[in-house]
């Protein structure tokens, strides 16, 4: 029975299946009250649990996601389950710090990432379209520096509690969430009262909408960063086709529900700045491409034990609380006295996206085996 369900997940269908499944639930939970042409962004559900544990204090973006905590849990379930649970650490863990960090200042730049560019498209934010263009980009010149050689070394087997380590915090997470403590007065756990982060379906939805994603991606490798890095290197639409089930799911359900609202300006928690749009999510798919995977990816990475996939949760997490301690992020679009301003990101949020880009070029170029055996 395992093996006919391995082999059906492993199919064309399987993908489609998950794809298109996800794109359902993400328009689900935007119809439950999760917020508009943001179903799902791993990204900003990540930057929203930062501002929850007071790592950054804006306080429009602060909730525990338990989408995030039920991405990592469904994927453990479906690992236990297979046996494909392998604790592993090891391959270049500060160097995927510091990608994770770099992944999310650029897509705040955008305004979210690979999941939520997808569900903008099929909500009708036509900005999402150089968002695409961009993390296409990076994921190319990721992928040029994967056929010179670029590679982050092997990761080894360990000791299940070092895969076990980040399930535990989603659990952590989780019980902070329902227990809602109060550590100091004025102190964490904060919850957004305005903006996206007070915007949420309710717990047990977005919960159990994350257990089955997780569950289902770990057994497909759902990945949207490696449906453009197949297609580029191998010419292979396996995941590419998952994607794609993705948006026209979210497209069809927003229909239904009547959440698609074609435009480029003025579209909710997204700005029209078309060269801040391309360069952040160049950036963003630059450091997934380095990495081995999209912000999903390494969640459910994470929950098969590979500690590496952890730190750059952990390095994204930071990232988030970097974006806002320091004015990174960008900032939607906005009416003001009825006269549209256009949004975008700050000068600070500039120099961060280009030097992010030039840290991960450093890193694509310095960490390439064929220039280490020619200097042997």
Aim: proline share 4%.
């Amino acid at each position: 029975m395992k093996e006919k369900i391995t082999g059906f997940f492993a199919s064309r269908w399987g993908i489609i299946l998950t794809g298109g499944l996800i794109g359902f639930l993400g328009a689900y939970l935007q119809k439950n009250g999760n917020p508009k042409n943001m179903g799902i962004c791993v990204a900003c559900f990540e930057r929203d649990i930062a501002g929850a544990l007071g790592l950054h204090r804006a306080n429009v973006v602060q909730y525990i996601r338990p989408e995030i905590i039920g991405f990592v849990l469904g994927s453990l379930a479906a690992a236990l389950i297979f046996r494909e649970f392998k604790a592993r650490d090891g391959s270049a863990p500060l160097v995927r710090f510091i990608l994770g960090v770099f992944a999310m200042i650029g897509a705040l730049a955008f305004l979210g990432c690979p999941w939520r560019a997808s569900f903008r498209l099929a909500g009708g934010d036509f900005t999402a379209i150089p968002g695409l263009l961009g993390l296409a980009g990076g994921i190319a010149i990721g992928v040029a520096f994967l056929k010179s050689g670029y590679n982050l070394g092997r990761s080894s087997r360990t000791y299940p509690v070092v895969g076990a380590i980040l399930p535990a915090l989603m659990v952590g997470l989780l019980l902070l969430l329902v227990v809602k403590p109060v550590f100091s007065e004025g102190g964490p756990i904060f919850f957004s009262e305005s903006g996206p982060g007070s915007m949420h379906a309710p717990l047990l939805i977005s919960l159990g909408a994350g257990l089955l994603i997780g569950f289902l991606a770990q057994r497909t490798r759902f990945c949207t960063m490696g449906a453009v890095r197949d297609v580029i290197l191998m010419k292979d639409f396996h995941l590419l086709s998952g994607l794609g089930a993705l948006i026209i799911g979210a497209f069809l359900t927003n229909l239904a529900f009547g959440q698609f609202n074609p435009g480029y300006t003025g579209q909710p928690v997204a700005h029209s700045n078309l060269l801040w749009n391309i360069l952040g999510m160049l950036l963003a798919g630059l450091a997934y491409a380095l990495a081995g995977g999209c912000p999903g990816r390494q969640l459910f990475l994470s929950g098969e034990g590979d500690a590496d996939s952890a730190i750059f949760v952990l390095g994204m997490i930071s990232g988030a609380a970097f974006s806002h301690n320091f004015g990174l992020a960008g900032k939607p679009d906005s009416v003001v006295d009825g006269v549209l301003q256009v949004g975008g990101i700050s000068q600070n949020g500039m120099i961060a996206v280009l030097l992010g880009i030039a840290v991960c070029l450093v890193i694509g170029f310095s960490m390439r085996e064929k220039d280490e055996k020619g200097a042997e």
